[in-house]
């Protein structure tokens, strides 16, 4: 009997729809990010993986002028297919990115993966399978930092009831909604993340204006 093979990690299938839906796209289309095209969206995640003198601009912002430099030569000098070629054969083996994949690119894919999808008009959210859920909730863990100038105390709360504080300042704000709903606010996508508020209206008011980020 064969035996049942395991699913793909979340991170590859996440890069794989990506690169599918990239391809069908083509390069001019919006991604939904930073107002790039797709076209922008695959350089940068072309330098990510394959650039290390790129990568302190992509989290420091003293630096973002250079990234944003290699961005574009990258962008001019190679072929669209061949951008979407190298995102979907993922990094390099050298890459410290190769062996973390799990790690570092299951938000990383999902988010970029939505941004696309959410910028066209045909969009609809899609239902998540739980271990992808689950792990994306532990990706979570790292809310903390990123949401650490938040101007309210904010609790994310998921369906089933399970909660993560991600900030301890100011009056207090829960945000519900599915997992990947919670993972897209969190990581900016104020506009399109499908989550609800309750908690201290003035709180609310301010966190809806607020800007956060790594």
Partial sequence: MTEPQSPAPPAQVERVALCDLLDRLGPDAPSGCHGWTTGDLAAHLVIRERRPDAAPGILIGALSGLTDRIQRSVRAATPYPQLVERIRSGPPRWQVYAGLDGLVNTVEYFV????????????????????VENLLWRRLSSAGFIMRKAP??????????????????????????????????????TGVAQVRFTGDANAVTALSHAKWGV
């Fill in 112 to 131: 970029h993966h939505e941004d696309v999808r959410r910028a066209q008009p045909d969009w609809t959210p899609r239902d998540l399978p739980e271990r």
């Fill in 152 to 189: 309210a105390e904010v609790t994310l709360v998921r369906p089933d009831g399970q909660t993560r504080r991600v900030s301890k300042k100011g009056k207090q704000v829960r945000v519900h909604g599915p997992v990947g709903e919670l993972v897209l606010w969190v990581y900016g996508r």
